[in-house]
């Protein structure tokens, strides 16, 4: 068997197009939507993921805000910036790039943010509101799944999802989610703790691994015809001295899987996808 590739590239360039007409009847009645991203250092991959985000915003028509502060910036600073955004009418929604430096409280930054702006859904009250299945704005990552796997009409509902990683972008809240009313799927949630890995993730319907662990789940640890979403990203450096990025899915689950979300091209893209919808959906509300 080999599996269907379930294609968040293509399906983020879909859900752009669809925003781009929500926006143009926002922009009609003269409420562009306006994103902004603090992003403090210069952590390479932090840099890509920042400038994905404004060259997917100009595509659908969203005004782009950008905030950069140096690698020694204080918290303070780092205050100073969330107020300001805080403030900026032009700004709809904004996100912080993690991770922050060391030096930085990452969640005292994250808390100082309005929570009617968190474009990210990482903000304590977004994800209160996840707990409490209120609206708000959902994390990215974890959407991204949830809309992807619809898309290919994947089965969520009644099913046995195993999530690998319990991280606060993508593991912990996309358990979240998939126990919502309207997802109703049965997930359990591993981590470095779980003492039986395989016995678990052979049991599942759907695996997301989430750790950052290159090729951790290898394909005896896949029941045949389960959906399989690579969500770890890891960057390594071959015996060619070339670096690249790898993903926590082990290549030959492909033929195994009924369906695979590799990394790149599965859940990345979605992020991005559902950080503009989120966008979208904060200015159709305002
Ligand atoms: N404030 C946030 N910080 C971080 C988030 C987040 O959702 N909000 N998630 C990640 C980084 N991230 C977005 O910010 C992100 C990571 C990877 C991709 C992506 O498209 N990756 C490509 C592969 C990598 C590459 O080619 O360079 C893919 O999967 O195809 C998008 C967004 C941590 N920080």
Do not use: F, W
Request: aromatic residues 2%; charged residues 25%; contains cysteine.
């Amino acid at each position: 068997m080999t599996a269907t590739i379930l294609d968040g590239k293509a399906t983020a360039a879909a859900i752009k197009e669809e925003l781009r007409a929500r926006v143009k009847v926002l922009a009609d009645r003269g409420r562009v939507p306006g994103l902004g991203t603090v992003l403090v250092g210069d952590d390479p991959a932090s840099h890509t993921y920042v400038a994905g985000k404004h060259r997917d915003c100009a595509e659908v028509g969203i005004a782009s805000i950008q905030r950069e502060l140096p690698g020694d910036a204080t918290q303070a600073d780092v205050d100073a910036v969330v107020d300001a955004l805080n403030a900026d009418p032009a700004c709809t929604g904004y996100i912080v790039q993690l991770p922050l430096p060391k030096h930085l409280d990452e969640q005292r930054v994250l808390e100082r943010m309005l929570p009617d702006k968190d474009a990210d859904g990482l903000h304590p009250v977004s994800l209160g509101r996840l707990v409490l299945q209120k609206p708000g704005a959902l994390p990215c990552t974890p959407r991204g799944i949830v809309e992807l796997l619809r898309r290919y009409d994947v089965e969520i509902a009644g099913k046995e999802v195993v999530v690998v990683g319990r991280g606060v972008t993508a593991g912990r809240p996309l358990g979240l989610l998939l126990t919502r009313r309207s997802e109703n799927a049965t997930v359990t949630s591993c981590h470095t703790g779980t003492v039986d890995l395989a016995a678990h993730t052979r049991a599942a319907d759907i695996v997301v691994v989430a750790v950052g662990v290159p090729a951790l789940l290898t394909p005896d640890m896949v029941r045949p015809g389960a959906a399989v979403l690579d969500v770890g990203s890891t960057r390594v450096v071959g015996a060619d001295g070339k670096a690249r990025m790898v993903g926590d899915v082990h290549p030959e689950v492909r033929d195994v899987a009924g369906y695979l979300a590799p990394m790149p091209g599965g859940v990345g893209p979605m992020t991005r996808a559902m950080l503009l919808t989120n966008v979208v959906e904060a200015a159709e509300r305002a």
